[in-house]
T-cell receptor, first 113, second 113 residues
Framework: GESVGLHLPTLSVQEGDNSIINCAYS??????FIWYKQESGKGPQFIID?????DKRQGQRVTVLLNKTVKHLSLQIAATQPGDSAVYFC????????????FGSGTRLQVQP | EAGVAQSPRYKIIEKRQSVAFWCNPI?????LYWYQQILGQGPKLLIQ????????DSQLPKDRFSAERLKGVDSTLKIQPAKLEDSAVYLC???????????FGPGTRLTVL
């Protein structure tokens, strides 16, 4: 399928290494954040979320860190695998009432075997 | 559970023609979103429905784009007439009400020649 993004920032890592993908969000009022993974030809797939009353949340092989002071979000992937190769987007949601997400521009992760 | 369904998956039209996309959300999800994803960018919200009512259509180019969700389930997005810059992937997502995860469909890739 066609690539999701041809001119995105790219992070290249070796299989088995840890990956860290960073995101700066725009709205200081945002209180809910999500990381999505998008493979070529597919829609975004939920990875992990975090609410603004937390600064860290862990999932299976993934950890999200939130620094509200500098409006920064990061996604850490442990023991990166070739199947992790995709474009990763952070998304934010700001109250009140708004439920649609504002997406960042994305980072392409390439895992070298 | 079945995911968000979209059709068609691909569409090629000439500028000034009309096109329609269809979305069937996850059963029971009250909120439905249409996003536009231009190559190399994150998805951008076009319109958000809560049941059959519009919550946010502030970024929908209403001179050429229209969307409806008449019975609060399926939705259609129409472009009439299409422009070259409408070439993008159109993503449909759904969620249950509140601060809940959005599930995305595979998208419809539109090419306007």
């Amino acid at each position: 399928g066609e690539s999701v993004g041809l001119h995105l920032p790219t992070l290249s890592v070796q299989e088995g290494d840890n990956s860290i993908i960073n995101c700066a969000y725009s709205n200081s009022a945002s209180d809910y954040f999500i990381w999505y993974k998008q493979e070529s030809g597919k829609g975004p797939q939920f990875i992990i979320d975090i609410r603004s009353n937390m600064d860290k949340r862990q999932g299976q092989r993934v950890t999200v860190l939130l620094n509200k002071t500098v409006k920064h979000l990061s996604l850490q992937i442990a023991a990166t695998q070739p199947g992790d190769s995709a474009v990763y987007f952070c998304a934010e949601n700001a109250p009140p009432g708004r439920r649609a997400l504002t997406f960042g521009s994305g980072t392409r992760l390439q895992v070298q075997p | 559970e079945a995911g968000v369904a979209q059709s068609p998956r691909y569409k090629i039209i000439e500028k000034r023609q009309s096109v329609a996309f269809w979305c069937n959300p996850i059963s029971g999800h009250a909120t439905l979103y249409w996003y536009q994803q231009i190559l190399g960018q994150g998805p951008k919200l076009l319109i958000q429905f809560q049941n059959n009512g519009v919550v946010d259509d502030s970024q929908l180019p209403k001179d050429r784009f229209s969307a409806e969700r008449l019975k609060g389930v399926d939705s259609t997005l129409k472009i009439q007439p299409a422009k070259l810059e409408d070439s993008a992937v159109y993503l449909c997502a759904s969620s249950s009400s509140g601060y809940n995860e959005q599930f995305f469909g595979p998208g419809t890739r539109l090419t306007v020649l």
